[in-house]
């Protein structure tokens, strides 16, 4: 059984900073890509960033310059630097990966972590 854990969300105000992390565990051979998606109340499921496995790294046009993605393959951990936050950041943020593990191969996704920006 695969599992994605977030931990990193919290209260922080406007221009602030928050790093988010995700680790996977459990029965795995390959990590593909791995990626961070966000989902505000009332709105659709968004796009923050990607992190292909030896591919370029894709930003959600609204975080470029200021949110990193980063991973630590012998961790199996992404994470997300966010610099600079505004409150129209705010919302759950969710962790996905493309795993190959003993039961195949599959898309996961993590319970997903609150990030709230005041103003």
């Known amino acids: 059984q695969v599992q994605l854990v977030e931990s990193g969300g919290g209260l922080v105000q406007s221009g602030g900073s928050l790093r988010l992390s995700c680790a996977a565990s459990?029965?795995?051979?390959?990590?593909?890509?791995m990626a961070w998606y966000r989902q505000a109340p009332g709105k659709q499921r968004e796009l923050v960033a990607a992190?292909?496995?030896?591919?370029?790294?894709i930003y959600g046009d609204s975080v470029k310059g200021r949110f990193t993605i980063s991973r630590d393959n012998a961790k199996n951990t992404v994470y997300l630097q966010m610099n600079s936050l505004k409150p129209e950041d705010t919302a759950v943020y969710y962790c996905n990966a493309a795993i190959v593990g003993a039961a195949g191969n599959y898309d996961y996704w993590g319970q997903g972590t609150q990030v709230t920006v005041s103003s």
């Open positions: 459990g029965s795995i051979f390959t990590i593909n890509a």
């Open positions: 992190l292909p496995s030896g591919g370029k790294t």
